[in-house]
T-cell receptor, first 112, second 115 residues
Framework: NAGVTQTPKFRILKIGQSMTLQCAQDMNHNYMYWYRQDPGMGLKLIYYSVGAGITDKGEVPNGYNVSRSTTEDFPLRLELAAPSQTSVYFC????WGTGGYTFGSGTRLTVV | AQKITQTQPGMFVQEKEAVTLDCTYDTSDPSYGLFWYKQPSSGEMIFLIYQGSYDQQNATEGRYSLNFQKARKSANLVISASQLGDSAMYFCAMRGRGSQGNLIFGKGTKLSVKP
């Protein structure tokens, strides 16, 4: 089915470990976003991309890195995981103009 | 700065009644978009309704309508004939300024529908 696919759905990391959250979309959307949602809060923007090869920081980028080598994929890298990165991570995409946003189903990450 | 404010952390509504979830926004841009999303306990973000700043009519999608009052900078969600399946978190969001066009979210309102 067309949409945004996130993997894994759940992950437990130990402090100091690293991992990559995968995000792929098959709608040929130019814009892609990574958000985090802390308990009881709305989503906050971590990084975004307006096209392949172009990425930029959002509101809460510290501790994360991204890359966008293709239109379809937008992985989020966590280096040296910390308990403060325990959250639910959402990837989203949209097309040009005022197109709507499509969200992935989320990745629930716990750092212990 | 752009900001979304949802002042109701939790709301209760009786099944089959209507309910209004409040949302106010702050922006200096003349062109913006306002969104409402539903997040059930399963966690996914479900798009409900969209209102553009230049739209003359209030947006409607089935049982959902958006009460857009531009001068007051409010974009309240009205759910008519509430159903048990409407119990969820509801987020108001605004498309941010600039080329990135990211969504700026409020903190959400937890709606509980009572039988």
């Amino acid at each position: 089915n067309a949409g945004v696919t996130q993997t894994p759905k759940f992950r437990i990391l130990k402090i100091g470990q690293s991992m990559t959250l995968q995000c792929a979309q098959d709608m040929n959307h130019n814009y892609m976003y990574w958000y985090r949602q802390d308990p009881g809060m709305g989503l906050k923007l971590i990084y975004y991309s307006v096209g392949a090869g172009i990425t930029d920081k959002g509101e809460v980028p510290n501790g994360y890195n991204v890359s966008r080598s293709t239109t379809e994929d937008f992985p989020l890298r966590l280096e040296l995981a910390a308990p403060s990165q325990t959250s639910v991570y959402f990837c989203a995409s949209r097309t040009w103009g005022t197109g709507g946003y499509t969200f992935g189903s989320g990745t629930r990450l716990t750092v212990v | 700065a752009q900001k979304i404010t949802q002042t109701q952390p939790g709301m209760f509504v009786q099944e089959k009644e209507a309910v209004t979830l409040d949302c106010t926004y702050d922006t200096s841009d003349p062109s913006y978009g306002l969104f409402w999303y539903k997040q059930p306990s399963s966690g996914e973000m479900i798009f409900l309704i969209y209102q553009g700043s230049y739209d003359q009519q209030n947006a409607t999608e089935g049982r959902y309508s958006l009460n857009f009052q531009k001068a007051r900078k409010s974009a309240n969600l009205v759910i008519s004939a509430s159903q048990l399946g409407d119990s969820a978190m509801y987020f108001c969001a605004m498309r941010g300024r600039g080329s990135q066009g990211n969504l700026i979210f409020g903190k959400g309102t937890k709606l509980s529908v009572k039988p």
